[in-house]
């Protein structure tokens, strides 16, 4: 069979078995590309398919690899990169959309590989992990050498994306973008993703809604790393104003981030009237070490404080100093065991360009605050209370998770 009607037949199936998918790729056109390695590709509304690869695939398999790649176009994976690595966020993003067609029930192709713990994860917070596990493995054979910067790069060009198998598309196609381009594809397909589910459901389609409901009372509580990060990663991105998923795109795991190599400003406060133990402090700054692996260009500022600042520290991406070792000598030196005052704090970063606080405290704070023209991330100890706090995002840290 001519491989075009194979395409074409499967668009219909996959609007009558998954409308929401079946809508969106009703925005795009098939055409022959005998060049794409893979068995197909998408540029901008254009799915291009190698008549010569498509053949491999049945049915089912092809409406998956049409839903694969309208899922790239549609969540901005091929403007997203930035700086990444080519390889890594290849990787990243395949992982992104094959957990999230998983989740909708789609059959993969043999030979898909799905790592477990990159489900319900943005193709961002997937790379950061990817990179990290990169960055461990290099030290690790480097022999204690510091590796210089050419040389990382060396390595991670040789990183064969993670060595997860992709059959399904190659993304030679994705091309750089405007800013502006960006900003309006992202509006364009949020738009449409919003309609396509809205049909969706209209047709009576909800699976994702109710494996949501199925796991919202069988999951429980959040990770708060989980929920920090997002947090931290939405904010290195504030310019184009967050995209939080909206409901009806939830119900497909959709979580849509505009993603752009912005600066990461933020400031860490830790509260040091004596309420927060070692361990937690330990936990929570070993966090925001984290969280720093999830952007290469960021500032970042340090604050002890009890009833008032004891330790103050700003540290930059562009700093050759090793910022392990500067947050631990943060750690070691702090200095409190008076009453709790937020209001310090709040004071000394008046003038600052930050776009988030996150203060680690007990919560036990009796001023009456201002809230401040930046977010604030309340991050609570196990024995603290959030009933004072009138502001603000507030997660509770869970040593244990
Ligand atoms: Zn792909």
Known sequence: ???????????IQLLINNPFFGHLANYFQ????KTIKGPIATKNKTIYYNPKNTTQYNNEELQTSIAHVIMHTALGHDWRQGNRNKKIWDTS???????????SNFTLPKQTELKANFKDKSAEEIYAELKKQIKEKN???QDKKQPNQKQIKEKNNQYKGASLENKIDSHETWEKTTKKQQKNNQEEWKRRMTEAAKHAEKEGQLPGTIERKVKKTTKPKINWRHQLRRYIIQHARDDYNWMRPNRRLLQYNIYYPSARNEKLEIAVAIDTSGSISQNQLETFLSEVKEILNYT???KIILIACDAKIQNYREIT???TTNINKTIQKFAEN??????????PVLEKLKNKQINALIYLTDGKCNEKLKKPKYDVIWAISQQG?????NFGKKIQINTEN
């Open 385 to 389: 209370t959030t009933e004072r706090i």
């Open 1 to 11: 069979m001519d491989q075009k009607k194979r395409l074409e037949k499967a668009r």
């Open 334 to 343: 702090i200095k409190g065991g008076g009453g709790t005052k937020y209001s």
């Open 317 to 319: 991406s562009e700093e």
């Open 30 to 33: 098939f055409k022959e590309n």
């Open 139 to 141: 030290n690790k054979n």
């Open 93 to 103: 993003t395949d992982q992104a959309v094959n957990h999230l067609l998983n989740a």
């Open 296 to 298: 290469d260009n960021y």
